[in-house]
């Protein structure tokens, strides 16, 4: 049986499409400085962590805390609309269109080869549906942390949560084709299917992640024959670069990714954005081969 068609580029967003959308959150929703944001993570999130607590469960509890204490009322449409102001990483916004049209100009879409993008993130999923690159993204593929609303719309309880063993979760929904409804069925990703009947076997992933909550994803796709890309967090400070070396570490300890990790810049001619392109050619003509050559 020929190999499916579809190669899926899964990506996390925090940190490795764009800025932290949590952070962005905490400064322009409850205005604050980047001391009291370290200070939430560090000290305030910590303790809960510390304490047992899954660590997207804590910080969305305490946030809601917060909220209350000022007594503000955050809507799923004030997320969204926030996630207009969210700062992408160079060359993330034409990132969709310039891979598909990279996809239609190789020698394999003879074999209908085609590129689906989903993200898994651990932050707001309604702030990633309202970014630049969402509308390139079909909605039901963006999965994250989200907010149970009253009916006047405010947010009063975690809804969802995304930790990073759950993001293995969304990997097998994509792998089996059942995403788009796994939020109301969330049963239907332990379906038994066998291998050959399965949308996107994990050979057609390519995972992009930043770090530590990335690496079950990345062991679970690159065991699976597919492809990881480890993405460098720094942050740029009066010109000079500030690399995290916890987590370049934390990539690179017992080779978690299978390429990088490297800064996160996805514009044409970057050392990323070759080597994306590259793991594309090599699985694309993988499924070339399997329709074409390997036929009986």
């Known amino acids: 049986m020929p190999r499916s068609s579809i190669i899926a580029i899964v990506c996390d967003f925090d940190d490795t499409l764009g800025e932290d959308t949590t952070n962005l959150f905490l400064r322009n929703m409850l205005g604050m400085s980047a001391s009291k944001i370290r200070f939430f993570w560090d000290t305030t999130v910590g303790k809960r962590v510390r304490d047992g607590w899954d660590p997207p469960l804590a910080y969305m509890t305490l946030i809601l805390r917060e909220l209350r204490k000022k007594n503000l009322a955050v809507t799923n449409e004030d997320l969204r609309e926030l996630g207009g102001s969210v700062v992408l990483f160079p060359g993330v916004q034409d990132l969709v269109p310039r891979l598909r049209a990279f996809v239609r100009r190789r020698k394999f879409k003879e074999a209908n080869v085609s590129v689906e993008f989903y993200i898994i993130s651990g932050g707001f999923e309604e702030i990633i549906k309202g970014t630049p690159i969402a509308p390139e993204i079909e909605r039901h593929r963006i999965f994250g942390c989200t907010f149970h609303a009253t009916p006047k719309g405010g947010v009063v309880a975690p809804k969802s949560i995304v930790t990073f063993t759950e993001k293995t979760k969304f990997l097998y929904a994509i792998n089996k084709g059942v995403f788009a409804y796994l939020k109301r069925n969330p049963y239907a990703v ?104 390997r036929e009986p």
Request: aromatic share 10%; charged share 25%.
């Open 190 to 293: 332990n379906d038994v299917m066998p291998d050959a009947s399965r949308r996107i076997p994990f050979e057609n992933m390519i995972y992009i992640g930043d770090g530590p909550t990335d690496i079950p994803c990345f062991s679970s796709v690159q065991r699976a024959g597919g492809k990881t890309i480890g993405i460098l967090k720094y942050n740029k400070l009066g010109g000079h670069v500030t690399v995290d070396k916890t987590r370049a570490w934390a990539i690179a300890k017992g080779e978690r990714a299978t390429l990088g990790p490297f800064n996160p810049d996805y514009q044409r001619g970057s050392d990323l954005y070759r080597n994306l392109e590259m793991q594309i050619e090599r699985i694309g003509l993988d499924i070339w081969d399997s329709h074409y050559r």
